[in-house]
C-alpha cells in the first residue's frame, strides 16, 4: 500500500467499513500525518465519492449517501458472502428482475482476483440445491418490491392493480403491513379497503404501484409471516379436512408448517384443520407423517387412505430381482 492511489482507495474501504473515523484514526491505519489525511478526502470528493469532513475537536470523516454508488471495496471474505448471496437468490427466486442478479455476478466475478475467482468458480459449478429452482415468471418489479417496501416502513397508503389467480383485474387501496417470501413467491399482506379486512396480495401479480398521502397504524402484534401461512393456508379448495393425529402440539408444528394446515392441541392429540384439491395427496402426506390418526372428515378421506395403504400393500408384495447365476 506504499502508492498514494493504494492509500486512497484504503481510506475509502474504512469509511465504507466504519460509520465515522477521526483523521487522527485514520491517519494512524494509513500510516500517513492528517494533512496528507484531508488530501486524500480531498481526492475522493474530486472524483465523486461524497466524503464529508466534521470540523472540531470531534469531528472526522466519513460517507454520506450519494446520487451514485461509490466503488465498493470488498475483502475476499465479503465478496465470496456476496457473490453466494447472489446465486442463492437467483435460485431460490428472492431476486427481482433476472438480469439484474446476473449482471451483479458479472461485475463481481470480472473484478475478483484470479486465484479467488476459480474456487468461487469451482464451488458454484458444483452447488446443488435441495430445493426447486423459482420460476422466474414469479419475480416481483424491482419497482414493485422497492415502493412496497418504502410504504410499508413509512405507513403510507398504496394504489395497485392487481390480477387475481383468475386473470379478474382490480384496483386496490392497501395499507402494507409486511412483506414476506415463501416458497419462491413474494406476498404483501395488509389491510384491503376494497374488502375491508386483511388480505394477501402476490406481487408478481401486481402492476401498477403508488403510494398516496395516507398513513395508517398497523396493529401492534401483527405477524406478517404468520399471516401469510395462514392465508395460503385457507385457499380454497374442492375438500375440507379434519383429521386426529396421535402426537403432540411440538411434534405436529415441525412437521406441518402453517401454510399446510392448522394445528391445535385437543384431549385425544392433536386436531389437524387443512384444504385439499385431492384426497390421495393428503393420504400420503398422512401416512408419511408416520402417526395413528383418525379421519374425522371428509369420510371421502378413509376411502383415500385405503386405496393409498393397498398400493403400499402392492408394492411391498413385488419380487426383487433374481440373484445372479452361478
Request: charged share 25%; net charge positive; no cysteine.
Amino acid at each position: 500500500m506504499s502508492h498514494p492511489a493504494g492509500r486512497v482507495l484504503a481510506m475509502l474501504e474504512l469509511l465504507q467499513s466504519h460509520h465515522r473515523l477521526t483523521g487522527v484514526e485514520l491517519a494512524d491505519r494509513l500510516r500517513v500525518d492528517e494533512r496528507t489525511v484531508r488530501r486524500y478526502a480531498a481526492t475522493l470528493v474530486d472524483l465523486g465519492i461524497p466524503v464529508t469532513a466534521e470540523r472540531g475537536r470531534y469531528g472526522g470523516y466519513r460517507l454520506r449517501p450519494g446520487y451514485k454508488l461509490p466503488p465498493l471495496m470488498l475483502t475476499d471474505d465479503e465478496a465470496v458472502a456476496v457473490l453466494l448471496g447472489l446465486v442463492a437468490a437467483e435460485r431460490l427466486g428472492l431476486g427481482t428482475e433476472a438480469p439484474a442478479t446476473t449482471t451483479a455476478l458479472a461485475k463481481i466475478r470480472r473484478v475478483l482476483p484470479a486465484p479467488l475467482a476459480e474456487r468461487l468458480a469451482a464451488v458454484q459449478d458444483h452447488l446443488g440445491f435441495t430445493l426447486r429452482r423459482a420460476d422466474p415468471a414469479l419475480r416481483p418489479a424491482t419497482g414493485t418490491l422497492l415502493t412496497l417496501g418504502s410504504a410499508t416502513r413509512q405507513r403510507r397508503r398504496v394504489t395497485l392493480d392487481y390480477r387475481s389467480w383468475r386473470g379478474d383485474p382490480s384496483r386496490r387501496q392497501l395499507d402494507p403491513y409486511g412483506l414476506v417470501f415463501h416458497a419462491g413467491r413474494w406476498y404483501v399482506t395488509g389491510h384491503d379497503h376494497l374488502r375491508d379486512e386483511v388480505r394477501t396480495f402476490r406481487l408478481d401479480r401486481i402492476g401498477a404501484v403508488s403510494t398516496g398521502p395516507e398513513t395508517f397504524t398497523a396493529p401492534d402484534d401483527f405477524d406478517p409471516v404468520a399471516q401469510v401461512t395462514r392465508s395460503l393456508a385457507g385457499v380454497p379448495y374442492a375438500h375440507s379436512v379434519e383429521v386426529l393425529l396421535e402426537t403432540d402440539l411440538v411434534a405436529a408444528r415441525r412437521r406441518v408448517p402453517p401454510s399446510v394446515g392448522d394445528v391445535t392441541e385437543v384431549a385425544d392429540g392433536v386436531l389437524l384443520r387443512t384444504r385439499a384439491e385431492h384426497l390421495d395427496g393428503m393420504a400420503q402426506l398422512l401416512a408419511g407423517l408416520g402417526w395413528p390418526f383418525t379421519v374425522l372428515r371428509p369420510d371421502a378421506l378413509r376411502d383415500a387412505v385405503r386405496a393409498h395403504a393397498t398400493r403400499l400393500a402392492g408394492w411391498a408384495d413385488r419380487p426383487g430381482p433374481a440373484p445372479p447365476s452361478g
